[in-house]
């Protein structure tokens, strides 16, 4: 308001601002102009600056991938003929009982570890229900509330569906994307990528104690071990004799064979990804137990809006009965009360 020289007021009327909802379709008259609002009809939400979809990277994205498959693939295949080919006639050697235990054992999680890695990696993550939109009459009220538009699919997206520039699709409860099962992680493959972090996580640990215990009987004796360990009496002397038979041990490597050579790349190998996995593991269920996607956790940063944690999330993500999940409430409040 800004008064004239005559002595007059001249009140200043901003003028209404016309858009459409994508959602329902309907005339909606703003205050102001702007760039992001949500209708009062269908609850949609519109952004009237979105961001224009590129996809001159997405070709080198699904190349990217490929390498990261397959290079997964290969290492997977040479832990396990590579461990057969190096550790068994070891094994074989001690007993046949012993040799045919440890082969059983050894195809078992072979083909548990694989089969996983296949059904992650073809399965489809997630895709999207689909939803009438568009046309007042065929949208009621609050169906859309909190969807967005995706300019990428031309679809509508609901609030923890995500749009992945890599697979060039919208995947519900989209968690992140992997680009060594070359696909994307959500409602349709979560739980089977979970066994698949369960199964390798076994494996390695599994190929990496028979490593070790191939190249005890392979690496030829320390000379004076059994002088090292006699003379162990107290926790320092035992450290010490420990320290010197490992010493011993090395000091022989250099007789070491290539199948000792494999062993040993195997140990190392399998003990980095089993320590990776197992990180990556925590980390999922950690967002299980808070009832959160890895997505929807680094939306919620810098918010007050907190998942609900609690062990039901876990239970009901890998479908274990409700009857069970009942108990836990008791089963927390017991441990709160020993506490106190």
């Known amino acids: 308001m800004e008064e004239s020289s005559q002595g007059s007021f001249v009140t200043t009327i901003n003028e209404d601002y016309e858009s459409i909802c994508w959602g329902c379709g309907l005339n909606l008259v703003l205050p102001s102009y702007a760039p992001v609002f949500k209708c009062g009809w269908c609850g949609a ?9 590129e996809t001159r990277s997405f070709g080198l994205r699904r190349i990217r991938d490929g390498c990261f498959v397959a290079i ?5 295949l040479f832990v396990m003929c590579g461990g057969i080919w190096a550790a068994y006639p070891v094994v074989f050697s001690i007993s046949l009982a012993c040799g045919i235990f440890h082969s059983v054992v050894a195809v078992s999680l072979a083909i548990s570890t694989l089969s996983t890695f296949m ?5 489809c993550a997630g895709k999207p229900i689909d939803i009438v939109y568009g046309t007042h009459p065929g949208v009621g009220n609050g169906a859309l509330n909190n969807y967005t538009f995706c300019h990428y699919c031309s679809k509508p997206k ?7 520039r890599t697979c060039g699709m919208c995947v519900l409860d989209m968690d992140h994307h992997c680009p060594f099962i070359g696909n994307c992680v959500g409602a349709g493959n979560h739980k089977n990528f979970v066994a698949f972090l369960i199964s390798a996580i076994i494996s390695t640990i599994y190929a990496s104690v028979m490593c070790v215990y ?12 059994a002088a090292y ?26 007789f070491i064979s290539i199948r000792g050579l494999v062993l040993l790349y195997l140990f190392v190998a399998s003990v980095s990804v089993a320590i990776g996995l ?6 999922q269920l950690s967002y299980i137990y808070e009832g959160k996607t890895y997505l929807s956790h680094l939306s919620s940063q810098g918010s007050e809006e907190e998942g609900e944690k609690s062990c039901g999330n876990l239970l009901t993500f890998f479908g274990c009965p409700l009857s069970f999940e009942r108990h836990l409430p008791t089963i927390r409040n017991l441990r709160k009360r020993h506490k106190t």
């Open 229 to 254: 360990a006699s003379h162990a009496n107290n926790s320092v002397s035992i450290l010490r004799g420990v320290k010197n038979i490992v010493l011993a041990y090395f000091s022989n490597a250099i």
């Open 158 to 164: 609901s609030p923890r569906t995500h749009h992945c």
């Open 278 to 283: 197992s990180v990556l593991l925590w980390q």
């Open 214 to 225: 191939s190249l005890i009987h392979i690496l030829p004796p320390p000379e004076n071990g």
């Open 72 to 76: 997964l693939a290969v290492f997977m």
């Open 45 to 53: 939400i519109t952004n009237q600056n979105p961001v224009r979809p």
């Open 119 to 123: 059904v992650v990696a073809f399965k």
